[in-house]
């Protein structure tokens, strides 16, 4: 695996923390560690901007003057995009899709909405169930009749060139846990359009690294959520020239998806406030709060975390998303005791 082949733009903030989360660990019984690609950088992060580190070298290297992409109303892809764009002195159109019909203010305006439109990119709203890819085409082919050179990057960035900046993450945790001599037993993370566990898939298998990895979903049921990730590894390690991954190697968890994508679970926001009050760290209710519940209740369960097991969260980011859903907090939680936790 040499990434080094392939065009890059060194624009985020790497490596990411890896971290202890001991007040996690003690109110769970088990060794939890967070590696922190919610600090990747580019519009406060996310783990977009390390697939966009490819993309946008792409971009570039095709001589582009716009990109175009798309996502739900609150995607953390369409801004760190926005913010890429920027950086690059490029236009950049998103193409939004209403997910989840909510009409509140924050959610349609406020948030990664807000973010879009300050780097500078318009938007364009679609309803839920649209056909995103083709209405992306046709804007594409739009802009280009008009004389400009259109970069189009799929939803959430994952195609086999941005899922390499989850290929170089394997790698770079990996090369972590060896400087420091920490085995690692176990990763988890949230996963939706699929490029960042297939882009681990991929990577892990490049350098052998036999720990087994589990996505939580956010949207898809598992058959189709594994098949996804798996269809994408194996176009991943093609371009890459590593060794095909097994489809025993995709793992996907989908019991945390609750109602649907973008809307929120109970479950999803206990996670928000233990992260937030046991360890000073923000989730966001649409991925990273759904990963880290089903991290808590298999751990609770006793399905992972046992034997001294040493599990290690990977943070996918998405706090700006929080300021869109406001509304979804109880305001009775805002308290500054907190029954639900174990005193010190
Ligand atoms: C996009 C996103 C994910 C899911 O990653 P995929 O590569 O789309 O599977 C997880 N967490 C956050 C915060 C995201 O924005």
Redesign the pocket.
């Known amino acids: 695996m040499h990434l080094a082949r392939f065009p890059r733009l060194h624009l985020a903030h790497l490596p990411t923390p890896l971290e202890r989360m001991p007040r996690l660990s003690k109110e769970l019984g088990a060794e939890i560690w967070i590696k922190r690609d919610d600090c990747t950088g580019m519009s406060s992060g996310?783990?977009?901007t390390r697939k966009l580190e490819f993309l946008m070298a792409e971009a570039e290297a095709q001589g582009a003057d716009m990109v175009m992409t798309q996502g739900a109303t609150q995607s953390?892809?369409a801004r760190q995009t926005a913010a890429f764009a920027a950086r690059l002195g490029i236009g950049c159109h998103v193409l939004l899709e209403d997910r989840t019909g909510y009409d509140d203010a924050n959610y349609n305006m406020n948030g990664n909405v807000l973010l879009d439109h300050l780097h500078g990119a318009s938007t364009e709203k679609f309803p839920g169930g649209h056909d995103m890819p083709g209405e992306m085409e046709r804007a594409a082919e739009e802009r280009r009749a008009e004389g400009k050179k259109v970069y189009v990057i799929p939803g959430?960035g994952?195609n086999a060139v941005g899922a390499l900046g989850y290929a170089n993450c394997a790698l770079e945790l990996v090369n972590q846990a060896n400087e420091r001599g920490l085995r690692i037993d176990r990763i988890v993370?949230?996963?939706?359009?699929?490029?960042?566990?297939a882009g681990l898939v991929a990577g892990l298998k490049a350098i052998n690294a036999n720990i087994p990895l589990l996505g939580i979903g956010?949207r898809a049921p598992q058959p189709k959520q594994e098949q996804m990730v798996y269809d994408l590894a194996v176009k991943t390690a093609a371009l890459m020239g590593t060794p095909a991954p097994d489809r025993s190697d995709v793992v996907a968890n989908t019991n945390y998806v609750g109602e649907g994508y973008g809307i929120p679970t109970e479950s999803g926001l206990e996670a928000i406030r233990m992260f937030a009050e046991l360890e000073g760290i923000l989730l966001?209710p649409?991925?990273?709060a759904k990963?880290a519940a089903g991290l808590i209740d298999l751990i609770r369960t006793g399905q992972i975390g046992g034997d001294g097991e040493r599990i290690v969260f990977l943070h996918?980011?998405?706090s700006v998303g929080l300021f869109g859903y406001d509304w979804a907090f109880d305001r009775s939680h805002q308290h500054t005791d907190a029954p639900m936790m174990a005193a010190e």
């Open positions: 996310g783990n977009k953390n892809h959430g994952s993370h949230a996963t939706g359009s699929s490029g960042t566990q956010t966001d649409v991925y990273s990963g996918t980011g998405g």
